[in-house]
């Protein structure tokens, strides 16, 4: 059995910390930052790192002026130069069948009928292909509501779309064989 022990300073000072049985007791001690450690980095160097290393384009559409600022990595996603991009011929580039759907979402969410614009539709790049997108997007509205700017991040989702369609095609295929044969079929692993 192990012996008793009568509590010394150390307990003294644990009891008066409101340490002791069943309670934690923990020293911390403050360092002085580390004259070695690098600075931080500065918010558009972040945001430019960030922005390299999600793959994704982002835009900013000044809407009162109808400026487009369109990021570099969006105009490499699709193909265009500086300039051939602008508000006025984004809409020319979305597929004719995403037209509709596209409008609706946008016009939805400048209305305030959604939290967040969030679109996947087709818009054709400089090559004369079309490419799906996920086009995501927060507005800022003034005191009326009305949206002021509007930013948004576009990802290029086409491999995964594609795959999507084909993995679909492949089981519709894989159906009417199945039923075509008219006999029995058993999967197992």
């Avoid at 969410?109 to 679109?119: D, H, L, Q």
């Amino acid at each position: 059995m192990p012996k008793a022990r009568r509590p010394g300073k150390k307990g003294a000072r644990q009891r008066a910390h409101g340490a002791g049985p069943g309670r934690v007791a923990a020293r911390v001690h403050a360092k002085p930052p580390d004259s070695a450690a690098p600075a931080p980095l500065a918010a558009e160097e972040r945001n430019r790192l960030i922005l390299a290393a999600v793959a994704e384009g982002v835009y900013e559409w000044k809407v009162a002026s109808n400026d487009l600022y369109v990021s570099p990595r969006l105009r490499q996603m699709l193909g265009f130069r500086v300039g051939e991009l602008s508000s006025e011929n984004w809409y020319e580039h979305v597929h004719p069948d995403d037209k509709a759907l596209y409008r609706d979402a946008m016009v939805g969410y400048f209305k305030g009928r959604s939290k967040r614009f969030v679109c996947e539709y087709r818009v054709l790049d400089a090559r004369g292909r079309y490419r799906w997108v996920s086009d995501r997007g927060n507005a800022v509205r003034d005191a009326g509501g009305r949206v002021t700017h509007f930013l948004g991040a576009i990802s290029d989702i086409t491999e995964q779309v594609e795959t999507k369609q084909a993995l679909q095609r492949s089981d519709e295929r894989y159906a009417l064989a199945v039923n075509a044969a008219g006999e029995a079929v058993y999967d197992w692993d």
